[in-house]
């Protein structure tokens, strides 16, 4: 891939403090969090999807929200329940009457945004997390045998809940597999939650985030961060990190795809380049290789007898290659 041109060289070293305001901007209304905020931009920054795993009330919501609102993008939730029909969320055509004439109209859905949440996904039956599947692949929509393009940017952000399984359709590893990241949001430490009981039980003032970035804006970083060079040994420690989670068959059962190795080397591209450094380093590897990794490896018996996490087998992975 070509080299990026002076201008945007010029650019990258000035997209670190860019960065920085955002996750400040976004502190104003959650507390803690960066390492997701950060994943989260990744994967917009990457043309990708994210799936976030976590407990219910740790602002999964307020978190996306806050996010679409600095990047001044159109915002959209979807709340995955067993009757959620694909129609509920692509859009269908409704009948109007024009001109004395009844026409059929197509009225779009809730994945008609920038940035779509789509709460509690594997609550969805397996045919709607299907028509979701085709926007976040294809960034397009078809109803019946009409196709309708997505605007750009166009990023789903899904949720799933880790303890409360009954009533769900899990997602299957080919679907997951879509997704880029695999974000895990846990508890907040003991002074970040004073600070959050702090904040919601006073008066609150109905504050609005500064837009620091618009669509144009970010499609242009989308290609930025594409053009950030990598050195081919650090493109080749990515691709045997992947490789060696299908030759540990004591620890991993199945390994990670080629996907795989696609997404470390691009979520890396774009850590450097919200850094505002102009190259990937091996620590952008190892640092992405977690979110990346977690959801597409399936651990084996013994591993999950001895109560190992996929993050606790990637750590060992990293340190044997």
Known sequence: MAA?????????DKLKATFTNITAEIGKKIVGQDEVVEQIIIAILTDSNALLESYPGLGKTSTIKAVAETMNLKFSRIQGTPDL???????????EEKDGKKVFKFQRGPLFANIVLVD????????TQAALLEAMQEKQVTVGNQTFELERPFFVLATQNPI??????????????RFLLKIILNYPTIEQECEIVDRYTKPQENEQLQ????????????????????????????VEIVAKTRHVPELIEYGASPRASLGIVLAAKAKALMDGRKFVSAKDIDDMA??????????????ERAGKSPDDIIREVLKSV
């Open 164 to 177: 409360d399984q009954e009533g769900t359709y899990p997602l299957p590893e080919a679907q997951t597999d």
């Open 120 to 127: 509690e996904i594997n609550r969805a039956t397996p045919k």
């Open 290 to 303: 977690l979110p990346v990794l977690r959801h597409r490896i399936v651990l084996s018996f013994k591993t």
């Open 4 to 12: 990026p041109s002076a201008e945007a060289v010029k650019n990258i």
């Open 211 to 238: 837009q620091l970035l618009s669509a144009e804006s970010i499609i242009l970083l989308q290609k930025l961060t594409r053009q950030v060079p990598i050195a081919n040994d650090i493109k080749r420690r990515a």
């Open 85 to 95: 029909m694909p129609s509920d969320i692509t859009g269908t055509y409704v009948i």
